[in-house]
């Protein structure tokens, strides 16, 4: 039976530095920071954690320097949304190595003119399952994409 999840699970944002760098000990402060006030669960490389402006080693840098420093205290989401599927499982494959709890997905769509279907949608949460995550579905308005219930 899966987990009941409950609670508040902000997002986390990425802290950078004056360059545009990564400032990971920023990070941990900032994680310390919603575990000291009571969080329930953390969200991590979501829109608001600036996703779509870190590359896919900084990516990689942020989740386990995240995953590491929470160390089992809460559970983590990793948010793993991307257009294609294939990068959508290695995000969720490598979610689940570092230690993830869930993963969150947004519907495939690159811009609001290039959005997938629903059949799409099914068959790239489909997919991401196989990662053994449970998965947030994100309704996201930004997307285009409508989600039937």
Known sequence: MARPWRGVWPVVPT?????GDLDLEGQRRVIDCMVDQGSDGLCILANYSEQFLISDEEREVLARACLEHVASRL???????????????????????????????MPPYHGTGLRGTEAQTYEQFARAAEAGLPIMVQDAPLSGVALSV
């Open 15 to 19: 802290v950078f530095t004056e360059t």
């Open 75 to 105: 559970p983590v989401i990793v948010a793993a949304s991307h257009f294609s599927t294939r990068i959508v499982v290695e995000r969720c494959r490598r979610a689940a190595e570092l230690g993830a709890a869930m993963v969150m997905l």
